[in-house]
Structure formats: C-alpha cells, structure tokens
T-cell receptor
Framework: GESVGLHLPTLSVQEGDNSIINCAYS??????FIWYKQESGKGPQFIID?????DKRQGQRVTVLLNKTVKHLSLQIAATQPGDSAVYFC?????????FGTGTRLLVSP | KAGVTQTPRYLIKTRGQQVTLSCSPI?????VSWYQQTPGQGLQFLFE???????NKGNFPGRFSGRQFSNSRSEMNVSTLELGDSALYLC??????????????FGSGTQLSVL
C-alpha cells in the first residue's frame, strides 16, 4: 500500500493542464539525475533521466530541466492525465547509489 | 522481459524476530541494491551487491545485512526487529557497470510491519 510521506507537497491540477514538479538536489558533484513515478502499492518507475552536461531533455509528454547553478531540477508533464496521479521523486546518482528527494504528490482531477 | 521480483509482498513480524526478504533482478542485471522507504525518512539506501560482493553500503546498523548469489538473486536480512523497521523495502537492479548514468529498475517492494 501507500507508504510515502504523509506531509508531501501536493500539486493539484486539472486534466489537460501542464504540470511542473520541482526538486532541489544537494550534491553539486552529482552528474546524473533521474525522475521516478511511484503509484500506490508499487515501486518507483523510471520516467526520464538527464546527465549534468545537458540542461534539457524531452521524452513523451515529459521534459526535464536541469539548472546546475542553483542545483534545481524540474519535471514538466504536458496534457496531464488522471493516470499521471502518483508521487514523483527526483534522484541524484552518485556511484551506484541513488539519493532521493522527498517527493511530490500529483493529483489530477478529471 | 520480466521485471524485478520481490517476495514476499507483505510480512508481519513481532519485535525481536528476524526476517529475510528476497529479490530476483531483471535477467542479465548483475547489480542489486536495497532501499528502505518510510513516511518519515523517505527512500534511504541500504546496500548494493555486485558479483556476490557488497560494493556499497548506507548508514544502517549491522542488524541489516544482505547477500547475493551466483545467479544475481539477492536476499536481505534484518535481525532483532524493532518497531522502527516497519517500512517498504525496495530492491532495484541494474547492469552493474561502473558508470554513474546507469538506470536502476525497482521491484514493487516488500511491506514489512513490526508489531
């Protein structure tokens, strides 16, 4: 069942809107970043990744932006759908180890 | 291709007992990592195994241990369970190369409740 934080920041959007989820990371030496989506009762699911030598990467309906100056990542979801409702985590990768952010809960209303 | 498989899905134990969790990685993946997820602490790294050797370790007490078999399957063990060990334990597998930009794929986890 759901076992993520009770006090997660929550973003509520309407179906069809664009969503932007933000994340601050801690280690300026991190060179690889990943966004994961976690639905209730499931493990984190890979969405998109970006290396530190890039500042933007696009996937299907998702875009990740990286600002190394302020150690900030964002995940943009276009035309948000009810199936996008989940908790979203950013993670920075050191050697063979992921350091996760606290997560943001995305609620999509029909 | 089958994903990462974790068993059992749910476990209920009492304080002082010990527990063993199992993880089968994606075929061809040689690295298995374990994470603990709790409401208070979020996702925390426990340890990582590659070729039957522990390659990386997080900041958890010695009650938490693991091992990896020659077929890359992994188990983690928690001895002398405490109430605070109640959590979702997640296993992730990857190819295991020594590059930082390698994707980790997670299983659905084992939900452990300690009473």
């Amino acid at each position: 069942g759901e076992s993520v934080g009770l006090h997660l920041p929550t973003l509520s959007v309407q179906e069809g809107d664009n969503s932007i989820i933000n994340c601050a990371y801690s280690n300026s030496a991190s060179d690889y970043f990943i966004w994961y989506k976690q639905e209730s009762g499931k493990g984190p699911q890979f969405i998109i990744d970006i290396r530190s030598n890039m500042d933007k990467r696009q996937g299907q309906r998702v875009t990740v932006l990286l600002n190394k100056t302020v150690k900030h990542l964002s995940l943009q979801i276009a035309a948000t759908q009810p199936g996008d409702s989940a908790v979203y985590f950013c993670a920075e990768k050191g050697f063979q180890k992921l350091v996760f952010g606290t997560g943001t809960r995305l609620l999509v209303s029909p | 291709k089958a994903g990462v498989t974790q068993t059992p899905r749910y476990l209920i134990k009492t304080r002082g007992q010990q527990v063993t969790l199992s993880c089968s990685p994606i075929s061809g993946h040689r690295s298995v990592s374990w994470y603990q997820q709790t409401p208070g602490q979020g996702l925390q790294f426990l340890f990582e195994y590659f070729s039957e050797t522990q390659r990386n370790k997080g900041n958890f007490p010695g009650r938490f241990s693991g091992r990896q078999f020659s077929n890359s399957r992994s188990e983690m063990n928690v001895s002398t369970l405490e109430l605070g060990d109640s959590a979702l334990y997640l296993c992730a597998s990857s190819l295991g190369g020594r590059t930082s930009n390698e994707k980790l794929f997670f299983g659905s986890g084992t939900q452990l409740s300690v009473l």
